[in-house]
């Protein structure tokens, strides 16, 4: 059991930047440092779409949606137990609904409950 508060979102102009984090608690029978945690999105009236990703353990490994590249840097710290998106150079297509989701090697998934990114001047 995982449970994950994500926190940073709001209004930024197009260009600007933000900082989500993701917090986790109640973490229960596998350590934070093994789960695989993600960044998701969601447009309305749209399925969540997968953002960014950083691998188990030390987090040697990202994965990115190509529409982010460059422009996003997934991270995470196991001894805070929490992950962060670093946001550069935001448009207003990335305006949405951001997601924090963790996944262990049973594929038990967690959500958080989302954080609102409005990119608009």
């Known amino acids: 059991q995982v449970n994950l508060v994500e926190s940073g979102g709001g209004l930024v102009q197009p260009g600007g930047s933000l900082r989500l984090s993701c917090a986790a608690s109640?973490?229960?029978?596998?350590?934070?440092?093994?789960?695989?945690m993600s960044w998701y999105r969601q447009f309305p009236g749209k399925e969540r779409e997968m953002v960014a990703a950083?691998?188990?353990?030390?987090?040697?490994?990202?994965h990115y949606v190509d529409s982010v590249k460059g422009r996003f840097t997934i991270s995470r710290d196991n001894a805070k137990m929490a992950v962060y998106l670093q946001m550069n150079s935001l448009k207003p297509e990335d305006t949405a609904v951001y997601y924090c989701?963790?996944?262990?090697?049973?594929?038990?998934?967690?959500w958080g409950r989302g954080t609102l990114v409005t990119v608009s001047s």
């Open positions: 950083v691998s188990s353990g030390d987090g040697d490994y990202t």
């Open positions: 109640e973490v229960s029978g596998l350590p934070f440092s093994l789960y695989r």
């Open positions: 989701n963790a996944e262990n090697s049973k594929n038990d998934r967690y």
